[in-house]
């Protein structure tokens, strides 16, 4: 319809000077009108200019006094010609708001006597306000003056309107040309595909948006680190155990059973299962020891280790209880060949009963690697954590030292955050200590240099979060896991 009318009227007029004078006077509604006009303009069928035209508008309150008169006039109006009106009467007559905004216009335009008793001081009033606001819901001109009071007051507001003028275009025809889209069976079959137009390709059209899966940004920054420590040449460890014993989660890591951490409240104790059914026994016994009166040179914690509370089974609060796994089975295997030096890494997820808050969840993932050789040193744990590190973009590191019930020395990890201006803290780390690593039966020239770190922290400052809870958990909107970037490049 509208395209008709517009392609017609080209036929015979040299332009159409107003798109919406043009749909008004052909009964067409003006965005059709102005959909068929871009379409046509990209085909080159018209040329088109731009029309933008200021207008105002009645807001609602404006509407209503077009309605019903401004508040002053109503506030005039409701005071009695003689003798006037208390103020309270006046009030409860008209309500608080108009009361408020008729006292204040009306004492402006001395219209009224404001006191203990609203009396008039003119017979007659003309409502400006309602003639004003009649008179641009019409669409008439007014006085900019006018304009700007009526601003001031909320009672209108601008509004663009935008439209075309309208002239033939290089490519025009009184009728749109029709092009095929598809090479059909039957133009083959016919012949007729030798005389047929076909539609040009729109290589600047945007595609469907694709419904697939999307990778959720700790997947992809997990995908990235499984990437570096493949890279360096370390093996993934098996962490599909969130349950895990007291026993393999502190006690092998030489953390007294009085340890804070081991309360309830930091960590989440199974109802059932509540108790592991399987430890090494031999094992455990050299780990209660260590704890009760040290060995290896050390004198121990000396207290009485309890096996109840060994035996007690949890939600992993980290996985270093993986590690310590892994380091066992490494030890039980030099029983029967010689000691070969091990990387080991996981990320996986681990749990702590602490409150939610915008950077703490329940449950989060840690990144750990460790590696496992005779003679290490802290220089050796220095070096790794820098090669580690600059692979994800963090070159400048400062070390803190720190403690760690199985470490020792421990070092807190902090990296230059250019984008911050500021150190951050990007991890913790260790040499784990003889009394975990000798129990377990490793050489004793067999050295283990460890750090970990949570997935969270880098994926936020990566992806931009500041919300863990928007990162990770039940409050994640789907949304912004289908539009997050593809990569990041550095951090
Ligand atoms: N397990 C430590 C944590 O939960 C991380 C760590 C791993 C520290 C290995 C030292 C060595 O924070």
């Known amino acids: 319809m509208a395209e008709e009318a517009i392609l017609g009227y080209l036929a015979k007029n040299e332009e159409i000077g107003d798109s919406g004078e043009f749909a008004s006077k052909h009964g067409l509604n003006h965005d059709e009108v102005v959909n068929v006009i871009k379409s046509l303009h990209g085909f080159r069928y018209v040329e088109a200019q731009d ?28 005071i009695p010609p003689e003798g006037g009106i208390p103020r309270e009467e006046l009030q409860i007559k008209l309500g608080p708001l108009l009361f408020k905004i008729g006292c204040a216009q009306a004492a402006k335009n001395r219209w ?32 900019q003056d006018d304009i700007k009071a009526l601003k001031a007051r909320k009672l209108i507001v601008p509004q663009t309107w935008n439209g075309y003028s309208l002239k033939k275009g290089p490519d025009y025809a009184p009728q749109r040309k029709k092009f095929a889209a598809d090479l059909t069976r039957e133009m083959l079959q016919s012949g007729d595909w030798k005389n047929v137009e076909f539609k040009e390709y729109n290589f600047n059209a945007k595609g469907q948006p694709i419904e697939a899966g999307h990778l959720h940004p700790l997947n992809k920054v997990r995908h990235q680190l499984r990437m570096i420590f493949l890279q360096m040449g370390f093996e993934e460890m098996p962490t599909d155990r969130y349950v895990e014993s007291s026993f393999w989660n502190f006690d092998a890591l030489f953390q007294p059973q009085q340890h804070p951490a081991r309360d309830s409240h930091d960590t989440f104790y199974l109802k059932v299962p509540s108790t592991t059914k ?18 290896y040179g050390s004198r121990g914690y000396e207290y009485d280790w309890s096996r109840e509370e060994a035996n007690k089974n949890l939600l992993r609060t980290h996985t270093t209880a993986v590690s310590a796994r892994m380091l066992y089975n490494l030890a039980q295997d030099t029983l029967k060949k010689p000691f070969t030096p091990k990387r080991y890494f996981s990320i996986d997820r681990v749990f702590r009963n602490e409150a939610v808050d915008r950077t703490h969840l329940a449950e989060f993932h840690q990144i750990e690697g460790l590696i ?47 984008g911050f201006g500021k150190w951050v803290e990007v991890g913790n780390s260790g040499m784990f200590r003889p009394e975990m690593l000798l129990p377990m039966g490793l050489p004793e020239d067999v050295r283990v240099i460890a750090w970990g770190l949570s997935l969270e922290r880098p994926t936020m400052i990566m992806y931009g979060y500041n919300n863990i809870r928007d990162l990770f958990g039940h409050k994640v909107d789907l949304g912004l896991i289908k539009t997050n970037p593809i990569c990041r490049l550095g951090l």
Request: with cysteine; net charge negative.
């Open 372 to 418: 496992c050789d005779r003679g290490l040193t802290l220089g050796d744990l220095i070096g790794v954590l820098h090669d580690f590190f600059s692979r994800l973009g963090m070159s400048k590191l400062r070390f803190k030292p720190a403690y760690n019930p199985y470490t020792e020395p421990s070092m807190e990890i902090f990296s230059y955050h250019e």
């Open 278 to 295: 399987e430890l090494p026994e031999d094992y455990v016994e050299r780990v209660k020891c260590v704890h009760e009166s040290g060995g």
């Open 112 to 143: 009224v006597d404001m006191g203990g008793q609203v009396t008039r001081r003119v017979q007659h009033v003309d409502d400006r306000v309602k003639d004003l606001l009649l008179k641009i819901k019409e669409g008439q001109v007014v006085d």
């Open 51 to 78: 029309i933008k035209r200021e207008s105002w508008v009645l807001t609602n309150e404006g509407k209503l006094y077009a309605d019903t008169g401004s508040p002053e006039a109503q506030l005039f109006l409701a």
